[in-house]
């Protein structure tokens, strides 16, 4: 197994296709939005918070890619979950193709609902209420403590906007890898670099888009 | 044909009577020949026939992957440490973990599938008979987009369906809309197969053909218009075909159709029809397909040895079965391991899967590709990345070990290192941006443009495409003469040497040998004599390039 590459923390995302997954990792790694094709297969992105190395894992939503799955659940300590707001078909896979695959994950996995596309939400017409996405994520959640938590593992975002999109993963970061306020101050904002960009060798070759 | 003037074909034996069997090349000459094996294709264009069909893949739980898997599990239960065991079962069941172990790999894929099939069984009878209501309403929208001007227009048609006619891909149009259509298809199959226990192959009507192939419980057909025979279309949908088994492995697809005659095969295959389509404009394109052999980045020899032997050494790790870089659809690089060759048309899905793929550009990827000539029963994990920041060239990783993503991740990280510090990967980039070679390099006048393949290696070469053949018409025109020498040398019964045919804007000359397949393009009025000294002259010329146009040495872990 790797040891230079060996991520303190396993996060990925789940979700059906075309909901706006490659979307959102984009969005925050690299602040762009650019439109994207379908993922194949799952795609690895290394991040740095603070001293720590986390491991992003991007999966595709096709369902002939499911047998991925189990490689990228295994170790997993948590799990966005990812929804279009705008349908609410994508809102039931989370419960119906997802529950049984996220078995494969840290037991003490924190799973975070995300509904996507907030920016073409007609928030007078919605499909899913803010109150039916943080049901599902208390339920999902179940074995965790919620005190522990500034907020309920429920967001609700938009890449084109960048409504939110930091706020989701500080918030699995800050859960998983606690730092400290000074911790914080030190690493400052670039505390969420690409480790790639950190060796001389090789500057920036991941580009998201 | 009413362009033709004048055509001569002959066996070489018969040829030599000006021209002299000593323009003729003497075979230990020939140009980018190899007995070092790195792709191997035993079968031939002239082998592909319906009779094969039938008996070709046999899922069988001896494929490559399994026994290599197998290997594997033996390795490691061989090992005294119980940690290097936790994925095999108890060593009191040693012979079946052999089975068991070998499934991790395909297996977790295929039921997951197969899970979803059961469920959607329900579905499926639900949707049918709200069909069965509609009946008029479907046929006449069918009726009035097949017969829209758009979709009458398109010079090639390929369509997969099911035995039961239900529609699974098209290339042109939504396939949701040529329901009629392809149940005509399907009957017109079905009729000839029931009524006279036969196959049908083809019909040609007017200036169209139209051919048939059933395969696994799926019917291709493909329609043209174009210079295809029904051997070359044949060959196409033989490539679709591959590009299923590819996405689905064939023991994923029988067991499907052995559950569900009526499985909507479009579930498992959604988001794949971008592999499908990017494959039939490849095969417009790229004479590689044609030929079942693949080109070469054109690269001194000594940087190519650097790249294979810097991949050799920094990817020394077990159950990595293939590692290759390619760049712009050519080959740069293969590594392989021992005993086990990449077939040339497994190559051009694995070029497909890349070429048809945005997404591998964004971060290193970790995705199953199933390569039905090396095992159609399961899947192999391809680690893919792009060494450059362009996203030029990209190395690809092919494991049997679908936890060896990690691993694979820090070969990838030392391979890219060395080749950026020895100026490999920039000497890449350079040869890239250079157009390969230009027709005048070879200095004979009159060649407007050739393909050589070396049998032996399936690789060819060609000149860039020049004027006259630079406009999308003039190239496509250009690609009929091939198909037409193509077909003329190998499907008129008996396989022709060399064939000479001139026609009203051009001259072709081809010539086939054990070692060589050559096909010649030169002006309107050159003569058979000249002809033949031209391509001696070529072959020469192609000889002494060859170590940069071909990879002649085969690389192994
Ligand atoms: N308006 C809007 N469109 C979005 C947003 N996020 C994603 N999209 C669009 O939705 C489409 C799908 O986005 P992707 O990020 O590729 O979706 P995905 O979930 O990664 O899809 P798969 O990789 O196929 O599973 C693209 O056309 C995006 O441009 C958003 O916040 N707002
Ligand atoms: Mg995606």
């Given at each position: 197994m790797s040891t230079k590459k060996k991520a303190d923390l396993k996060v990925i995302i789940l979700g059906d296709y075309n909901v706006g997954k490659t979307s959102l990792i984009c969005r925050y790694i690299d602040g762009t939005f650019r439109p994207k094709d379908p993922t194949v297969g799952a795609a690895f992105f290394l991040k740095q918070w603070g001293p720590h190395n986390v491991a992003v894992w991007d999966t595709a939503g096709?369902?002939?890619?499911?047998?991925l799955s189990h490689f990228y659940c295994r170790g997993a300590g948590a799990a966005i979950l990812a929804f279009d707001l705008n349908s609410s078909q994508t809102f039931e896979s989370l419960w119906a193709r997802f529950g049984s695959i996220l078995e494969a994950a840290n037991e003490d996995c924190l799973k975070v609902v995300v509904g996507t596309k907030m920016d073409l939400l007609d928030q007078s017409n919605r499909d899913i209420t803010p109150e039916e996405g943080k049901k599902l994520a208390r339920e999902l959640n179940?074995?965790?403590?919620?005190?522990?938590?500034?907020?309920?593992?429920y967001f609700e975002t938009s890449s084109l906007t960048n409504q939110n999109v930091d706020e989701v993963f500080q918030f699995i970061f800050q859960y998983c890898l606690p730092l400290s306020a000074e911790q914080k101050k030190k690493y400052g904002k670039g505390s969420v670099i690409d480790l790639i960009e950190n060796s001389d060798e090789h500057k920036s070759t991941r580009r998201c888009c | 044909m009413a362009t033709e003037i004048r055509e001569a074909e002959q066996n070489a034996s018969v040829s030599d009577?000006?021209?002299?069997?000593?323009?003729f090349i003497e075979t230990n000459e020939i140009p980018g020949k190899s007995s070092n094996t790195l792709l191997v294709a035993n079968d031939s264009f002239e082998d592909?026939?319906?009779?094969?069909l039938n008996n070709t893949i046999v899922a069988s739980p001896m494929g490559t992957i399994n026994s290599l898997v197998k290997k594997k599990a033996k390795r490691s239960l061989s090992l005294p440490e119980r940690e290097h065991v936790e994925d095999t079962v108890s060593e009191s069941e040693v012979d079946d973990s052999e089975v068991e172990t070998s499934e991790i790999c395909d297996d977790s894929q295929v039921d997951m599938i197969e899970a979803r099939v059961t469920e959607l069984s329900l579905q499926e009878t639900t949707s049918q008979t709200a069909d069965a209501q509609i009946p008029h309403l479907m046929t006449n929208t069918d009726t009035d987009y097949v017969n829209s001007p758009e979709w009458k227009r398109q010079k090639k048609h390929i369509f997969i369906l099911s035995e039961s006619g239900k529609p699974i891909y098209s290339r042109h149009g939504n396939e949701d809309k040529l329901v009629t259509i392809m149940g005509v298809m399907q009957a017109l199959v079905s009729f000839v197969a029931d009524s006279n226990k036969d196959t049908l192959r083809s019909i040609v009507a007017g200036d169209h053909k139209f051919v048939f192939m059933t395969r696994d419980h799926l019917t291709f057909v493909g329609v043209t218009r174009g210079k295809e025979s029904t051997q070359q279309m044949f060959l196409q949908l033989t490539y679709m075909y591959n590009q299923v088994i590819s996405i689905l492995t064939h023991s994923t697809l029988t067991r499907i159709f052995k559950q569900h005659r009526n499985y909507d095969l479009r579930r498992p295959l959604s988001g794949a029809e971008k592999f499908f389509d990017n494959l039939l404009n490849l095969m417009d394109v790229e004479p590689g397909l044609l030929l079942t052999s693949v080109r070469c980045l054109p690269l001194d020899s000594n940087v190519r040895d650097i790249v294979s032997q810097t991949i050799a050494q920094h990817a020394k790790v077990k159950d990595l079965v293939f590692a290759l870089i390619i760049a712009q659809n050519q080959l740069v690089a293969v590594v392989r391991m021992k005993k086990y060759y990449l077939h040339p048309m497994d190559l051009h899905l694995i070029l497909n899967l890349i070429n048809a793929?945005?997404?591998?550009?964004a971060a290193e990827s970790w995705t199953p590709i199933c390569l039905p000539k090396f095992d159609a029963a399961g899947f192999l994990q391809a680690h893919v990345s792009y060494l450059d920041e362009e996203c030029q060239t990209c190395l690809l990783l092919l494991s049997v070990d679908i936890e060896a993503f990690y691993t694979l991740s820090e070969c990838k990280a030392k391979i890219q290192e060395r080749l950026i510090k020895y100026n490999a990967l920039a000497a890449i980039n350079n040869s890239l941006k250079r157009n390969s070679y230009s027709i005048q390099q070879c200095s004979i006048s009159d060649l407007r443009h050739f393909l050589y393949k070396s049998r032996s290696t399936a690789q060819y070469t060609s000149p860039e495409l020049e004027a006259p053949y630079n406009t999308k018409e003039e190239k496509e025109r250009l690609f009929g003469l091939y198909y037409y020498l193509h077909d003329r040398i190998h499907t008129s019964g008996r396989t022709l040497k060399i064939l000479f045919h001139v026609g009203a804007y051009e001259t072709l000359l081809g010539w086939v040998t054990t070692g060589f397949e050559l096909y010649a393009v030169f002006g309107p009025l050159v003569t058979k004599m000249s002809a033949i000294h031209a391509v001696n002259k070529l072959l020469r010329w192609i000889k002494k390039e060859e170590d940069r146009l071909f990879i002649l040495s085969s690389v192994t872990f």
């Open positions: 096709d369902e002939r890619y499911s047998g179940e074995h965790l403590d919620f005190k522990k938590m500034p907020h309920e593992p | 009577s000006d021209s002299g069997q000593s323009d592909l026939s319906y009779a094969e793929s945005e997404s591998f550009k």
